[in-house]
């Protein structure tokens, strides 16, 4: 089936604006993943939503940060009155926890530049 | 949350040569992962070895547990300069994981 794909692929937006990403996972995949890339840098985690557990939000940044996912489909991450370190490759990722695989696809990222 | 942490962080070979990363955790795991990243976007599984394996082979990937130290390896053999990417462990411990900064490795024709 089709692999997790993100929207949209590119934003740029001005700073104080609020932007919404989303992520449609793999179907059937009860976990799902948020990540921050800055340029050249690694991953950094922001959240982890697995079935209908609570999610592990330990990993936002700041209140600006939000996210939501409704059972186990698409999931939307808010960032609020955006500042120009948010500018980073926001990555999503899903995963079929269970199995004992628990390997990870990942979604092409997004790609966000604050001016 | 369990974070690897890969070493070196940057690895330059020529073309041909095998290349060697090493990844340290912190707790016990259920099984470690390493994903390579090519182009800065999304990542890509590579190979998964379990708490109870400990050596792993793929292609020419060999990846290493040594569970004792809590590290691995993941050894590409005659290296290509496609494989010019940065790579990551994962060692997963039944929750969520976090992804280090990675080994950014150049392949040189």
């Known amino acids: 089936g089709a692999g997790v794909s993100q929207s949209p692929s590119n934003k740029v937006t001005e700073k104080g604006k609020d932007v919404e990403l989303r992520c449609d996972p793999i179907?059937?995949?009860?976990?799902l993943y948020w990540y921050r890339q800055r340029l050249g840098q690694g991953l950094e985690f922001l959240i982890y939503?697995?079935?209908?557990?609570?999610?592990?939000k330990s990993g936002l940044p700041s209140d600006r940060f939000s996210a939501e996912r409704t059972g186990e489909s698409v999931s939307t991450l808010t960032i609020q009155r955006t500042q120009q370190e948010d500018s980073a490759v926001y990555l999503c990722?899903?995963?079929?926890?269970?199995?004992?695989?628990?390997?990870?696809?990942f979604g092409p990222g997004t790609r966000l530049l604050v001016l | 949350s369990q974070q690897g942490e890969e070493d070196p962080q940057a690895l330059s070979i020529q073309e041909g040569e095998n290349a060697t990363m090493n990844c340290s955790y912190k707790?016990?795991?259920?099984?470690l992962q390493w994903y390579r990243q090519n182009s800065g976007r999304g990542l890509v599984h590579l190979i998964l070895?379990?708490?109870?394996?400990r050596e792993k082979h793929s292609g020419r990937l060999r990846v290493t547990l040594d569970t004792s130290k809590k590290s691995s390896s993941l050894l590409i053999t005659a290296s290509r300069a496609a494989d010019t990417a940065s790579y990551f462990c994962?060692?997963?411990?039944?929750?969520?994981?976090?992804f280090g900064p990675g080994t950014r490795l150049s392949v040189l024709p």
């Open positions: 994962a060692p997963f411990s039944g929750q969520n994981f976090v």
């Open positions: 179907s059937g995949h009860t976990a």
């Open positions: 707790t016990s795991i259920n099984n």
């Open positions: 939503f697995q079935g209908n557990s609570a999610p592990d």
């Open positions: 990722a899903s995963s079929f926890v269970g199995r004992g695989q628990e390997t990870q696809y």
């Open positions: 070895i379990r708490s109870n394996e």
